[in-house]
């Protein structure tokens, strides 16, 4: 659970002058153990710096991260690293994340030994052969002695996967788990992290830029737009019925919800804006078809649509004379 996430960063800009980026603002939400929570976005919409404030990647500047209750504050006590190791972080190019120079066992011997100290050597040669068959890596004497160059982008995701759940985690934050991989095993990944979802009972955040691929894998979907969340739903709902402008957007520009195909660009209707200096009021109004005059002026909190919340004043409620509240539209 994260409630009221907000990151900031300081850059230098082109002059030497310092600007403050704000990534992420007010951002909460819940995982579940054994249910999928899809982070949806553009790049820049600050979708990866929330996996990485809840990875503890770096503090977030304002904001806390609970796991099961207790809040996460003092960096590197004892609870700190046990949430550490409960909270494992899967990239986008396991290529990169792999070290090139070890090889499979090597890598994730030393996962093992990090994460289970007292066990003896053949407990931890078990867990080794284990994780790889979790994996669908079999039989794991075929992999252990291979470097990361020699398998496929499958197989190497397959194996950071192992890595982090040598940790025994409870919680997955799948970062574009599956964008730089092919088409074609794409969803093998996604059927293989689905599976141990069940298995393991793990709470899994995937993030993407493709909303097709999270009516496909996750149950709810939360969508950002820049640094904001803009709704929030069953994923079902969010991805076939969008609530919120930017939303229908997106869905709109997924013509092949079966494709899974997250390297097309998400949408044409003009650019993502600049975090350094967003727009005021609702950061969504200079893209948006259905902008009024208040939207550039005020910024919509989350307000509740059937099956969910959407960031937007055109589902303000307001109270109408016999008591019963409509939409406004
Ligand atoms: Fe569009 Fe206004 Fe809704 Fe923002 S608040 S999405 S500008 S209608
Ligand atoms: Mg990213």
Redesign the pocket.
Same mark, same amino acid.
């Given at each position: 659970r994260a409630v009221g996430l907000a990151k900031s960063f300081v850059v230098r800009g082109a002059r030497g002058r310092r600007a403050v980026v704000r990534a992420v603002d007010d951002v909460s939400l819940d995982l579940h153990r054994g249910r999928v929570l899809a982070l949806v976005g553009e790049s820049g919409s600050g979708k990866s710096t929330v996996a990485r404030l809840l990875a503890q990647l770096y503090p977030s500047t304002r904001g806390e991260v609970v796991l099961r209750g207790e809040a996460v504050r003092v960096r590197g006590g004892r609870r700190f690293r046990r949430y550490c190791r409960s909270v494992q972080m899967i990239f986008q190019d396991p290529f990169a994340s792999l070290n090139p120079i070890h090889t499979i066992g090597y890598t994730l011997r030393r996962a093992i030994r990090i994460h289970h100290p007292k066990a003896n050597r053949a407990q931890r040669e078990a867990m080794l052969t284990g994780l790889l068959e979790q994996v669908h890596l079999t039989p794991a004497s075929r992999y252990v002695d291979k470097f990361p160059h020699e398998l496929s982008g499958g197989q190497r995701q397959r194996v950071a996967i192992a890595r982090a759940l040598g940790a025994r985690p409870e919680v997955l934050l799948a970062d574009e788990p599956v964008s730089m991989l092919d088409v074609s095993i794409r969803l093998g990944v996604l059927n293989l992290l689905q599976e141990l979802k069940d298995e393991l009972s793990l709470a899994i955040l995937y993030i993407t830029h493709d909303i097709a691929s999270a009516r496909y894998f996750a149950d709810e979907t939360i969508v950002m737009y820049a640094g904001r969340i803009v709704e929030h739903g069953d994923s079902e709902r969010v991805t076939q019925a969008p609530a +919120?402008?930017?939303t229908r957007l997106l869905v709109a520009s997924a013509p092949d919800p079966d494709a899974l195909d997250v390297e097309r660009p998400p949408t044409s209707a003009g650019e993502p804006p600049s975090l350094i200096s967003p727009p005021s009021g &609702?950061r969504? +109004?200079p893209r &948006?078809p259905?902008?009024?005059a208040r &939207?550039s002026v005020e910024a919509?909190p989350l307000l509740p649509v059937p099956g969910g919340t959407a960031a937007?004043?055109?589902y303000e409620a307001s109270t109408g004379e016999d008591g019963t509240t409509e939409e406004a539209s």
């Open positions: +919120h402008p930017y &609702c969504f +109004h &948006c259905q902008a009024m &939207c919509p937007c004043w055109l």
